[in-house]
């Protein structure tokens, strides 16, 4: 059964320069600061990956759009769900990185839809994902 969209945006800012960001983000080989991946697999010329969390979930993520210190886009899907994610890079007027992160996923089946609107489950995995970013710059 599929379930209409979620989407999720978080908006939030670091002191580090933008290509510093950029490359934290966008360099799949280098996870080891993601809290919740325990592997990454990179395949297709590093246009296709494979994320695999510390619960045993597997993601597959298809780059489609990637401007440098601009914009990074991906099609995800796993068991659970599929959608697009979207990373906007912007230079502060400090000399620091805004960056804003966009997903919109549709979850399958009745029972996971209920539970990802019960627990935000979206909202939290961008926040976790940006606090282990701020941590990997030396910025928490």
């Not at 990956?49 to 597959?60: L, N, Q």
């Not at 401007?67 to 959608?83: A, Q, T, V």
């Not at 230079?91 to 029972?111: N, P, Y």
């Amino acid at each position: 059964m599929e379930t209409q969209m979620k989407k999720s945006v978080l908006t939030v800012e670091f002191n580090a320069e933008i290509q510093r960001v950029w490359n934290a983000v966008t360099d799949n080989r280098n996870y080891q600061w993601r809290s919740d991946l325990a592997g990454v697999e990179i395949l297709d010329n590093g246009r296709t990956f494979v994320e695999k969390t510390k619960k045993g979930v597997k993601t597959e993520f298809y780059i489609t759009n990637k401007i440098s210190c601009k914009i990074y886009e991906f099609d995800l899907r796993n068991r659970n769900m599929k959608g697009h994610f979207t990373g906007k890079f912007e230079k502060t007027e400090q000399g620091g990185t805004r960056l804003t992160l966009t997903e919109e996923v549709q979850i399958r089946g009745f029972f996971m839809n209920l539970a990802a609107s019960l627990t935000g489950a979206l909202k939290f995995m961008q926040k976790t994902y940006a606090a282990d970013l701020k941590r990997y710059l030396g910025e928490a």
